[in-house]
């Protein structure tokens, strides 16, 4: 949201496994300014599903669908789920993800994406792509700490949001 606040150097950690033996994924807590600490969010290239499992803390997933993938910056379905510790959140194709640590705690999930596409495990996978979000600065909605609650706040750089389902949590 804000490039220049201030922050730990480190947001998240990755282990890249698989399919197979699964990826885990911790993210710290805390704020980079206002905004909370999140992964960075990809959409997913061709039609390719996967499943997050949350093993401790709790948190925040914003799904996305863009109308089209040549416009950016307007959004068929936008999604916010509060989750914690024993959920499980499925990723249907089409739909951008990022997640957000809300608590206090490390929020540690697994998911079980596919690793191929890289000669290593320490590259990015040849499934996820970071560009379109790079190039709208985040997805549609931040998560921002107001008065010690997370709430919403919509990023400016998106001209339309055509359906919007915010899971209880306060959009501003
Ligand atoms: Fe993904």
Same mark, same amino acid.
């Given at each position: 949201m804000n490039p220049d606040a201030s922050g730990p150097a480190v947001h998240y950690y990755m282990i890249r496994g698989g399919s197979q033996k699964r990826n885990v994924t911790i993210l710290e807590p805390g704020? !980079?300014?206002?905004?909370?600490?999140?992964?960075?969010?990809?959409y997913h290239v061709g039609e390719l599903d996967e499943t997050y499992w949350f093993l401790a803390g709790e948190g925040i997933?914003?799904?996305?669908?863009? /109308?089209?993938?040549?416009?950016?910056? !307007?959004?068929?379905d936008f999604k916010a789920t509060k989750v914690k510790a024993g959920?499980? !959140?499925?990723?249907?194709?089409?739909?951008?993800h990022l997640m957000?640590? *809300?608590?206090?705690?490390w929020l540690v999930m697994v998911d079980d994406s596919p690793?191929?596409?890289t000669g290593?495990?320490?590259?990015m996978p040849g499934h996820a792509d970071y560009e379109m979000?790079?190039?709208? $600065?985040?997805?549609?909605?931040?998560? !921002?700490?107001?008065?010690?609650?997370? /709430?919403?706040?919509?990023?400016?750089?998106? $001209?339309?949001?055509?359906?919007?389902?915010?899971?209880?949590? *306060?959009? /501003?």
């Open positions: 704020t !980079v300014g206002n905004e909370y600490i999140k992964t960075y969010g990809h997933v914003l799904q996305q669908k863009l /109308v089209d993938m040549s416009q950016p910056d !307007v959004v068929a959920d499980s !959140v499925y990723m249907p194709p089409g739909y951008g957000v640590n *809300t608590g206090q705690q690793v191929e596409g290593d495990s320490a590259s979000v790079k190039k709208m $600065r985040g997805f549609a909605y931040y998560v !921002v700490e107001k008065n010690g609650t997370p /709430v919403l706040v919509p990023n400016k750089f998106y $001209r339309e949001i055509k359906k919007a389902d915010f899971g209880g949590i *306060t959009a /501003v």
